[in-house]
């Protein structure tokens, strides 16, 4: 029964998963894939139509009036309206996403032989995948050499590869000499997403925490040869 369940939870995983994870049998994650999705396809489709069905009722008490004085044209309208105002509910679109990823999983077992992970399942391990590397990336590997620009009005650019810890819109920042605080944040592609905008202090601004940055450890984008 455990390596029943775990072949059934197995037709859901991408395929790398599998890799790592072999299941016991092919043959029942596949049809796990198969009629798993079929199962998924009718038991979202019933969810869906039973809550269309509540959902109608009540807007037709609603809408008694305006269905009261419109002919047949006039409430196929207003029918289709409520439908589509149902169907763009959050609830609504995840039962018919459910549905067709259950027909795409059917299909494909029944066609394709071919096991059709879930979206979900997928984009979960995508994430935890890409969790994971930045985290040990964090600890692993060496910090880049921080990028530092000076801008007009006095202004300086910051970009790091990784980002400052306690650096926000109340802290002061020294930098030769010279008190900043952070004007805004931005993100940059790769390998110094993390990019601070610092401005001199505002005269009278309350001093509730401070940070020495030391300037000597960065280098400007104009001597970079990486």
């Known amino acids: 029964m455990q390596n029943l369940l775990r072949d059934f939870l197995l037709s859901y995983c991408p ?127 060496p910090a880049l050499p921080d990028y530092l620009e000076h801008l007009p009005d006095g202004r300086v650019r910051i970009a790091s590869d990784r980002a400052k810890t306690g650096w926000n819109a109340s802290v002061t920042i020294g930098l030769s000499e010279k008190w900043f605080e952070i004007e805004r944040e931005e993100t940059a592609p790769l390998p110094r997403p993390f990019v601070y905008v610092l401005r001199p202090l505002t005269p009278g601004k309350i001093l509730r925490g401070y940070q020495e940055y030391d300037a000597a450890s960065a280098q400007s984008p104009a001597n970079d040869r990486r």
Do not use: C, D
Request: hydrophobic share 55%.
């Open 15 to 141: 395929a790398g998963v599998r890799r790592t994870w072999r299941p016991e049998s092919t043959l029942r994650t596949l049809s796990a894939t198969t009629w798993g999705g079929f199962a998924q396809m009718l038991l979202a489709a019933a969810v869906l139509a039973l809550r269309l069905g509540s959902y109608f009722a009540v807007r037709a008490r609603q809408l008694a009036p305006q269905l009261a004085g419109s002919n047949e044209t006039g409430q196929a309208v207003i029918s289709v309206v409520v439908v589509l105002e149902y169907l763009l509910h959050p609830f609504s679109l995840f039962l018919l996403y459910l549905a067709i990823e259950g027909l795409v999983r059917f299909m494909g077992g029944l066609i394709t032989n071919e096991v059709v992970p879930s979206l979900l399942v997928s984009l979960a391990f995508k994430t935890a995948g890409l969790l994971s590397w930045a985290k040990a990336r964090r600890h692993s590997a």
